[in-house]
């Protein structure tokens, strides 16, 4: 079993950068690709980011491409996303997901382990 908690949420204008963190316990990270998905009332949970569990692979979003970095540190057992140039559209809720494999996944039904999530509020 792993464990994620996601932290760094919070409430930014346009523009502003944010850092998500997700820390996993329970088991080593190394071995577990990892995802960053968000959700708000009005949409389904949607892919944002990917990252193999080598970190030699990543994958975006179309909308977040170019703004957003997903990156991850085994020894801290802990993946990142690096938002910057918030816009409104990206307010939601940003979950870390994580599963044993080799490669990159972005549809949410392939991972085994979630986080609680972590509120994102961009203003204009």
């Known amino acids: 079993q792993v464990q994620l908690v996601e932290s760094g949420g919070g409430l930014v204008q346009a523009g502003d950068s944010l850092r998500l963190s997700c820390v996993a316990s329970?088991?080593?990270?190394?071995?577990?690709?990892m995802g960053w998905f968000r959700q708000t009332t009005e949409k389904e949970r949607e892919f944002v980011a990917a990252?193999?569990?080598?970190?030699?692979?990543?994958g975006y979003a179309d909308s977040v491409k170019g703004r957003f970095t997903i990156s991850r540190d085994d020894a801290k057992n802990t993946g990142y996303l690096q938002m910057n140039s918030l816009k409104p559209e990206d307010t939601a809720v940003y979950y870390c997901?994580?599963?044993?494999?080799?490669?990159?996944?972005?549809?949410?039904?392939?991972?085994?382990?979630w986080g609680q999530g972590t509120q994102v509020t961009v203003s204009s």
């Open positions: 997901a994580a599963r044993l494999g080799t490669g990159i996944y972005v549809f949410r039904q392939f991972y085994d382990y």
């Open positions: 990252i193999s569990w080598s970190g030699g692979s990543t």
């Open positions: 329970g088991r080593t990270f190394s071995g577990y690709a």
